[in-house]
Each structure stands twice: as structure tokens, then as C-alpha cells.
């Protein structure tokens, strides 16, 4: 038997500051730790979805992707079929 996954490329410990940050900026939700990873995740991979059922995942934005992105990738709603 074949098994098939999807590897995703993302360390928590390259990542802690930028979830602490999203977590306290979202405390007013809040945003658990695991929801801090999927919106960090979809920062990391550009063009990314994410399906839930969570209606909180409405309220998160993405930050700026990474440096000589454009701005206006800046607070872009996370696009999530919900």
C-alpha cells in the first residue's frame, strides 16, 4: 500500500515570536495557539486557502508576506471557505 501526505514546511520554533504576537493581538477573540499556527502557515505559503468551520478565522488578517512583497498585502483578509 502507497501512502500519500502534505508536508508542510513550518517550525514552531522559527515561528514563536510571530505567534505570540498574533495571539496578543487577537486576545480579544481569542485566537488559540492552533489557530495562530494556521494563520502563520498561510503566511508562509503564498496563494494558500484554509477550509474551517471556525467562524473566528473571518476576523484574522495576514501580515505582510515578506519584505519586497507590495504593501497592499498588508492586512489582506485570510480567504477561508467557512
Known sequence: ??????????????????????????????????????????????GSSLLTLDSDFRIYSRRKKEEGRRKKEEGKVLRCLT
Not at 500519500?4 to 493581538?25: A, C, G, I, R
Open 1 to 46: 500500500m502507497n501512502w500519500y501526505y502534505v508536508e508542510v514546511p513550518f517550525h514552531f520554533s522559527d515561528e514563536v515570536t510571530v505567534v505570540q504576537n498574533l495571539m496578543k493581538k487577537y486576545q480579544s477573540v481569542p485566537m488559540s495557539f492552533a489557530d495562530a499556527c494556521l494563520v502563520r502557515m498561510s503566511e508562509l505559503i503564498p
